[in-house]
């Protein structure tokens, strides 16, 4: 019984990296175009790091919490003991695009270093891929 609980979390965890894959791309994909705004990017680089750090949690068997707070899921992971790719800081500065640059206008935020938020993005989408597949 437990090896089929085991593919359970892996299917799972494997479907959640799909979703985060599909985060990531539209973020890269529309990270040159000066059409979309900053908000889109982020949103997308942050969810790609949301998924890719409850696709983790999710295969070692760990419940969470519904949550869009990177920090919280990034304590969590770290307890799980797996050291995420990245400081608990540099992600912890996407989190407002889950949901606050969604729905608000802000006119004195610093833009997104798109670039950076890409990589970072795709940093967490292999980390959670080598500890999915394995």
Do not use: C
């Amino acid at each position: 019984m437990e090896n089929d609980k085991d593919k359970r979390q892996q299917e799972l965890a494997r479907l959640m990296l799909q979703k985060a894959q599909q985060d990531f791309d539209a973020a890269k994909n529309f990270s040159d175009s000066k059409k979309v705004a900053d908000e889109i990017i982020g949103f997308h680089a942050q969810q790609t790091i949301e998924k890719a750090l409850k696709a983790v949690l999710t295969r070692r068997g760990i419940e969470f919490e519904f949550t869009h707070d990177l920090a919280t899921l990034f304590e969590e992971v770290e307890k799980a003991g797996h050291p995420p790719p990245a400081k608990s800081e540099d992600v912890e500065e996407l989190t407002p695009f889950a949901v606050q640059f969604r729905y608000t206008v802000f006119s004195d935020i610093e833009p997104l270093d798109r670039k950076e938020s890409i990589e970072l993005a795709e940093k967490f989408i292999k980390w959670a891929q080598e500890i999915v597949e394995k």
